[in-house]
């Protein structure tokens, strides 16, 4: 969220209790990307997607729709889209004002997530069968206009293992961008500081000015 040019990245992952069940000796000591060299995250994040079963959605906001909300608001933004977006065709929603009394009368009234464009979504709640879902939160906050069971966890990427692991996704996934943007971007260094404001990135925004991908609403920038 700190980075002076670049785009917000976020990810959601999901696991159920199967993941659980099975040793994984290849994830011992995964963490919170920040606590990690570049070379593991990516051996990490090559093995989560190498794991049966193992779901995530990466959603970002660009630099634009950054300064026009503010870091946060973008932040949060992309973090609702990526939750919805990873309800698969599968799962069963309904509509939060139904009673659960009536669970059994309504069951086949329940309406297919493919269906259903991701702006009326967010007036749903998922439902599963025998599992309970709910959504683990980096950070102290709830995510506005998303009806599912919530729970925000201050540090949530060193404290609970699906956050870090979402955390080694985003990361790895941002910074696989901003390698991409140092390739049309010469001058800047993207691919080693990935737009973070760095001593040499900040006398290269000084000689060079601003480009499209830099967030305008940011000191220096």
Same mark, same amino acid.
Request: one cysteine or more.
């Given at each position: 969220?700190?980075?002076?040019?670049?785009?917000?990245?976020?990810?959601?992952?999901?696991?159920?209790?199967?993941?659980?069940?099975?040793?994984? #000796?290849? &994830?011992?000591? &995964?963490?919170?990307?920040?606590?990690?060299? #570049?070379?593991?995250?990516?051996?990490?994040?090559k093995n989560l997607l190498q794991v049966p079963g193992f779901k995530f959605q990466v959603c970002y906001c660009y630099p634009k729709t950054i300064d026009r909300l503010n870091i946060y608001q973008a932040a949060r933004l992309a973090m609702r889209r990526a939750v919805l977006r990873l309800a698969n065709s599968k799962s069963e929603i309904r509509n939060p004002k139904q009673t659960q009394n009536q669970n059994n009368q309504n069951s086949?009234?329940?309406?297919?997530?493919?269906?259903?464009?991701?702006?009326?979504?967010?007036?749903?709640v998922l439902r599963a069968s025998d599992l309970r879902t709910i959504v683990l939160i980096d950070g102290p906050h709830k995510i506005a206009g &998303?009806?599912?069971?919530?729970?925000?966890?201050?540090?949530?990427?060193?404290?609970v293992f699906a956050i870090a692991c979402a955390s080694i996704i985003a990361k790895v996934w941002r910074d696989r961008m901003m390698t991409r943007?140092?390739?049309?971007? #010469? +001058?800047?260094?993207?691919?080693k500081?990935?737009?973070?404001? /760095?001593?040499?990135?900040?006398?290269?925004?000084?000689?060079? +000015?601003?480009? /499209?991908?830099?967030?305008?609403?940011?000191?220096?920038?």
């Open positions: 969220m700190g980075s002076l040019a670049g785009p917000v990245v976020v990810c959601a992952v999901k696991f159920n209790k199967k993941f659980f069940r099975k040793k994984r #000796p290849k &994830l011992h000591w &995964l963490r919170d990307s920040k606590l990690l060299s #570049p070379k593991k995250r990516e051996e990490f994040a086949k009234q329940f309406l297919s997530y493919k269906n259903l464009n991701l702006d009326i979504v967010s007036n749903f &998303l009806n599912l069971d919530q729970m925000p966890i201050i540090k949530g990427d060193r404290r943007y140092a390739k049309r971007y #010469p +001058g800047f260094g993207f691919e500081h990935k737009g973070y404001g /760095t001593k040499y990135h900040r006398a290269q925004l000084a000689c060079l +000015g601003p480009i /499209t991908i830099h967030r305008y609403s940011f000191a220096p920038v």
